[in-house]
C-alpha cells in the first residue's frame, strides 16, 4: 500500500508539473455513521488524501460495534481479545480519560447506550429498574489492557463512539505529515482537526455552532489544532414531552443533564479533544472549570442552557464572538 501510493504522488507530482493543476485534493466520506471531509493542499495532497481514506476503512473496521469480527466486536462477544495496536492505544487513552474526570467519560457505557435505543436507533425510555441493571456492566475500571490484550469484565461492552473520531482525525493528521502535506482540514461529523495554516496563510477559521438555534456563537482561530465539539442537540429522540440525547450521565444511565448546551474542546490531540468535550459535557460548568484548572492542556468554549458563553482563557485571542462572554482563567 505504501509502494503503491508512493508511485500515486509520482504520478501526481507529474500531472502536477506537466499541465500546473490545482495543488488540492478533497473527499468525501460516509464512515462511522456519519460524512466525513478531508482535505489537504500541496503537490502531496492526492496521495495523503487517498492513503487517508484506506486509514479511515481500515480504523472503521477495527472499531465498529456492529461487525462482531472487529476489535471492539470481538471484546465485546467475548469479553477479552487480541486487538490491534491502534484499538490497544486508543483503549488506554480513554481509560486515562476515565480516570481523570473521575468516570464522566466511560467507554463502557455500550449497554446503556443499548438501552435506550441509541444504538439500533429504535429509541425508548427505559425503566428505572432496567436502568440500574444495565450500570452494573458500566465501570471503566474493569477494563484492562496488557499489551494489545484487552479485557472487560463478564457481560461488559465497549463503545467508543464518544473518542474514536477524535483519533481517527490525529491519524489522518499524522498521515497528511508522513505524506509532506503541511496544509489541511479535515471535518468528521463535525469533529475538525487543522494541519499548519490555510493555504494562503493565516489562522484556519472554525464556527462553534450555536446549540438552541441558528448560526454560530463565535468563531475559533486555530492551527494544528483540533476543535471538538459536543452537544445534547447533535443526536436526540423525543417521548412524553422530554428530550433524551446520546451523551449519558454514566453515574445515573440517563442523559446528562449538567446546565450546559455545548461544549467544545480545543487541543492538539484529535483522542483527547473529543473524549473531553463528552466528559465536561456530562461534569457541567463548575467541574468543567475545575478540571480545567487541575489539569490544562486543552482549552474550550462552554455554552449554559441559559445561553450564556464561558471561554477558557488561552482562546481569549483567537475566539471573535458578538455575545459577550466570561473568561475561566486557568
Ligand atoms: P458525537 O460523536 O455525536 O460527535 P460525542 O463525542 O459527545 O458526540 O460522543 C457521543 C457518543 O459517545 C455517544 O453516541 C456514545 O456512543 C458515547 N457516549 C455517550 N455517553 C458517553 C460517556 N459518558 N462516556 C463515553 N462515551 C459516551
Ligand atoms: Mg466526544
Redesign the pocket.
Known sequence: MRIKNLLAATVCAALLASCGGAKEAEKTIFAMDTVMDIKAYGADAQSAVDEAENEIKRLETLFSRGNADSDIGRINGGASADVSPETAELIETALEVSSSTDG????T?APV?DLWG?FTKDYRVPSDGEIKDALKYVDYRRVSVSGTHVSVGNGMKL?L??IA?GYLSGRIIDIFKECGVTSGIVSL???VHCLGERPDGGAWRVAVQNPSGEGYIGVLSVTDKAV?T?GGY??YFESGGKTYH?????KTGVSAQSGLSSVTVVSEDGALA?AL???L??MGLDGAEKYYKEHGGFEAVLVADGGEVYVTDGLKDSFESEYEYKVING
Open positions: 464522566a467519560f466511560d467507554i457505557i447506550m441509541f463503545d463512539g464518544g473520531k461529523g463535525g469533529n471538538v459536543s447533535q443526536r446520546h451523551i449519558i450521565d454514566p473529543d468535550s463528552t466528559a459535557f456530562v
